[in-house]
Nanobody
């Protein structure tokens, strides 16, 4: 079992950078892949980034590729999402998700393969 809690969201300006944290409790975190998704009002939940349990493999959504970094510290049971050059279109609730089950690359980017979710943290980018 994994419990997740996101933090680090807030109101920022266009061009700013932000680091979100996902703190986990439970014994399965180090065995779990972790992902970030986001959901804007009226839109589907969108894949942002994912990282394997060891941190060796990472995936990024097209909308954030090149300006985002995902990392994790298994000793601290925490995952991070850093985003730079923020734009208003990045405004959304950002969710952390985790799951210990094996999956292929398609599974990393699918919200349907993650069993554990945090409550989300709001990120608002003003123009």
């Amino acid at each position: 079992q994994v419990q997740l809690a996101e933090s680090g969201g807030g109101l920022v300006q266009t061009g700013d950078s932000l680091r979100l944290s996902c703190a986990a409790s439970g014994s399965a975190f180090s065995r779990s892949r972790v992902a970030w998704f986001r959901q804007a009002p009226g839109k589907e939940r969108e894949f942002v980034a994912a990282i394997s349990k060891t941190g060796d493999t990472k995936y990024f959504g097209d909308s954030v590729k090149g300006r985002s970094t995902i990392s994790r510290d298994n000793a601290k049971k925490t995952a991070y999402l850093e985003m730079a050059m923020l734009i208003p279109e990045d405004t959304a609730v950002y969710y952390c998700a985790a799951d210990p089950r094996y999956t292929g690359s398609d599974g990393y980017v699918s919200k349907n393969t993650y069993n554990y979710w945090g409550q989300g943290t709001q990120v608002t980018v003003s123009s």
